[in-house]
């Protein structure tokens, strides 16, 4: 994937302090790699319906003025973004459904990356908190998303990049590079040995168990470079980490000890298959890491 790829970022906002830190960095970002960059407020339908029901007659002037203010700040948000680009940054304000309303939006203006908050893609009153309509957006999208957890002040240093050596790995590694060229690259497996518990269970001695162990190291060693040669990635550009165990903790393990300010996962990498959620793996990162978190989903 090449930065040209990039040519269209979306953001959400829901006009509030926390919200302004997606914004920055999608500005950030859309600088960096030339992109156009549209932000999108949704004004909550069901929170219109709710004061519809609440002041009666007087509802359309209340909606009127909500409508009004909601403009004002949004042309003031997207004039500070402008400046932090220098290049005029669209700006959509629809009513709807959130989830259906940003995803209309992410086809309609062909977003190659959806930027949202951790918290509040909604516009009005409600604060969405990341496991409800941040986590199906990031299931949904036919974009990548990344969510923005930290107030951007640079560009990103030091990315993690989880590998499973499946399709969504490579794209994942792709976008890695294309959104943080200059950034210190680790692409990390973690391995289990299949049947361990089970061999321990039948008496197996522990020499013919660390054999198993170090023979599935080396196969992960094999893949992990076979990955990186598949993703013009040089072995001598990046870090490689190669660990046993549970890859949710060790990923977690390295953010802190490297300092990562970004974790690119594939939507369904890490050994999870299509589901209905997203993978268990990919899903406790999003919620449970500091740093931004960028999901590769197409």
Not at 91 to 96: A, D, M, P, Q
Not at 181 to 190: D, I, M, N, S, V
Not at 222 to 241: P, Q, V
Request: proline share 2%; hydrophobic share 40%; net charge neutral.
């Amino acid at each position: 994937m090449s930065d040209s790829l990039l040519h269209t970022l979306l953001a959400t906002t829901d006009l509030s302090a926390a919200s302004s830190r997606s914004s920055l960095r999608a500005a950030m970002l859309a600088k960096q790699v030339g992109a156009q960059l549209e932000i999108v407020h949704v004004l909550e339908k069901s929170a219109l319906d709710e004061l519809q029901q609440l002041y009666g007659q007087d509802y359309e002037v209340i909606q009127k003025n909500i409508r009004s203010q909601t403009r004002k700040e949004l042309s003031r948000l997207t004039s500070q973004l402008t400046k932090t680009l220098e290049k005029n940054v669209g700006c959509h304000l629809v009513e709807g459904e959130v989830l259906e309303s940003i995803l209309s939006q992410v086809k309609t203006l062909g977003a190659k990356i959806l930027v949202l908050g951790e918290r509040g893609v909604g516009g009005f009153v409600r604060q969405l908190l990341l496991g409800t309509t941040t986590e199906r957006l990031m299931r949904l999208s036919l974009c990548p998303v990344l969510v923005v957890k930290r107030p951007p002040r640079e560009a990103y240093r030091s990315v993690i990049v989880p590998v499973d050596f499946s399709p969504w790995s490579i794209r994942a590694i792709h976008l890695a590079r294309a959104i943080a060229p200059k950034a210190e690259l680790t692409l990390l497996h973690a391995y289990e040995v299949p049947f361990e518990y089970k061999m321990r269970i039948a008496w197996e001695k522990e020499e013919v168990i660390r054999r198993y162990r170090e023979t599935a190291r080396q196969e992960a060693e094999t893949h992990l470079y076979k990955a990186a040669d598949e993703a013009g990635i040089s072995r001598t550009g990046c870090n490689f980490i190669i660990v046993r165990g549970n890859a949710t903790h060790h990923i977690l393990e390295q953010e802190e000890e490297q300092g990562a300010d970004l974790i690119v996962l594939g939507k369904h990498g890490l050994g999870m298959v299509e589901e209905l959620l997203l993978g268990s793996c990919t899903k406790q990162i999003a919620t449970q890491s500091l740093c931004d978190v960028l999901v590769a989903n197409h």
